[in-house]
């Protein structure tokens, strides 16, 4: 039998898009789409980083699920060329028919002084965090548009875009998930009433690619760096997190069980933003 549980938390026969597909964020989150009842369109830069990680998701939810994952394709594509974006959300749709959720977990993060930066490494930041995530919701949001679907879309955006962690520093992505926090409630004032909801997820720390760039651990079985020993002591839960517990809240801010959601940044962070 089943786990009991509401009936609006299902993604059957929805198909999602996840951008940055490949990342660890964006594993978890086709997982627990096609573990949903989804189709899943995984879009990253590399061609093969996006087969093995559908691979991965496919061998995931037939162990934990018990059974065979929906439609699930590869898209190599580079968010910040916007002839690119055009013409992947193009074969999406022909390949799936229509688009339900738009999901961009797409970026990078430099870590260096502000007086270091040069303009050309601010705007790479602010390209693939920024610009990315527009190119695929404008593209995704004309599809939803004319073919009148009721869609949703999560920017996956940063706790660091209004609370800037320390010691490093990362002005560049800070300001990057800021304006995607803006985006996100701009877009959303200005499709509601055609039947599209966007909003912002802002995670915390959590052990990712992404971390393993900035401090070198890659698990959590690894002993803590000195960076990490001092983030710690600003998270009240007292701990990283796993992408995987995330799964939960991208699931409910792409379906029906948050229906009246929208222009929402939605923070899980273990309380560190309030430290």
Same mark, same amino acid.
């Given at each position: 039998?089943?786990?009991?549980?509401?009936?609006? /938390?299902?993604?059957?026969?929805?198909?999602? !898009?996840?951008?940055?597909?490949?990342?660890?964020?964006?594993?978890?989150?086709?997982?627990?789409?096609?573990? #949903?009842?989804?189709?899943?369109?995984?879009?990253?830069?590399?061609?093969?980083?996006?087969?093995?990680?559908?691979?991965?998701?496919?061998?995931? !939810?037939?162990?934990?699920?018990?059974?065979?994952?929906?439609?699930?394709?590869?898209?190599?594509?580079?968010?910040?060329?916007?002839?690119? !974006?055009?013409?992947?959300?193009?074969?999406?749709?022909?390949? /799936?028919?229509?688009?339900?959720?738009?999901?961009?977990?797409?970026?990078?993060?430099?870590?260096?002084?502000?007086?270091?930066?040069?303009?050309?490494?601010?705007?790479?930041?602010?390209?693939?965090?920024?610009?990315?995530t527009y190119? /695929?919701?404008?593209?995704?949001?004309?599809?939803?548009?004319?073919?009148?679907?009721?869609?949703?879309?999560?920017?996956? #955006?940063?706790?660091?875009?209004?609370?800037?962690?320390? @010691?490093?520093?990362?002005?560049?992505?800070?300001?990057?998930?800021?304006?995607?926090?803006?985006?996100?409630?701009?877009?959303?004032?200005?499709?509601? #009433?055609?039947?599209?909801?966007?909003?912002?997820?802002? @995670?915390?720390?959590?052990?990712? @690619?992404?971390?393993?760039?900035?401090?070198?651990?890659?698990?959590?079985?690894?002993?803590?760096?000195?960076?990490?020993?001092?983030w710690l002591?600003?998270?009240?839960?007292?701990? /990283?997190?796993?992408?995987?517990e995330h799964?939960?809240?991208?699931?409910?801010?792409?379906?029906?069980?948050?229906?009246?959601?929208?222009?929402?940044?939605?923070?899980?962070?273990?309380?560190?933003?309030?430290?």
């Amino acid at each position: 039998m089943p786990p009991k549980t509401l009936s609006i /938390f299902s993604l059957e026969g929805k198909n999602c !898009v996840v951008t940055g597909g490949a990342g660890g964020l964006g594993r978890e989150c086709m997982s627990a789409f096609a573990l #949903s009842g989804a189709n899943v369109a995984c879009v990253d830069l590399s061609q093969d980083a996006c087969d093995a990680a559908i691979r991965d998701v496919r061998a995931h !939810v037939l162990k934990e699920g018990g059974f065979e994952a929906g439609k699930m394709r590869a898209y190599a594509c580079n968010a910040t060329n916007e002839k690119g !974006v055009e013409a992947t959300v193009a074969l999406i749709v022909a390949d /799936f028919g229509r688009i339900d959720v738009l999901v961009t977990c797409a970026g990078i993060c430099i870590d260096r002084a502000a007086e270091d930066v040069d303009l050309a490494t601010w705007q790479k930041v602010l390209a693939v965090n920024l610009d990315g995530t527009y190119l /695929f919701a404008r593209e995704v949001g004309k599809q939803m548009l004319s073919s009148k679907t009721n869609g949703a879309m999560v920017f996956v #955006s940063s706790a660091a875009a209004a609370h800037p962690p320390r @010691p490093q520093a990362q002005a560049s992505y800070n300001a990057s998930k800021a304006a995607v926090n803006a985006l996100a409630v701009s877009l959303a004032t200005e499709w509601a #009433s055609r039947g599209i909801r966007v909003n912002s997820f802002s @995670p915390g720390f959590m052990v990712t @690619p992404l971390m393993a760039s900035q401090t070198g651990k890659t698990s959590h079985d690894e002993p803590l760096t000195e960076r990490q020993e001092e983030w710690l002591t600003q998270i009240p839960i007292g701990r /990283f997190a796993n992408p995987e517990e995330h799964r939960g809240t991208l699931v409910w801010m792409a379906s029906n069980a948050s229906s009246y959601l929208t222009g929402a940044n939605i923070v899980s962070d273990g309380g560190w933003v309030h430290w």
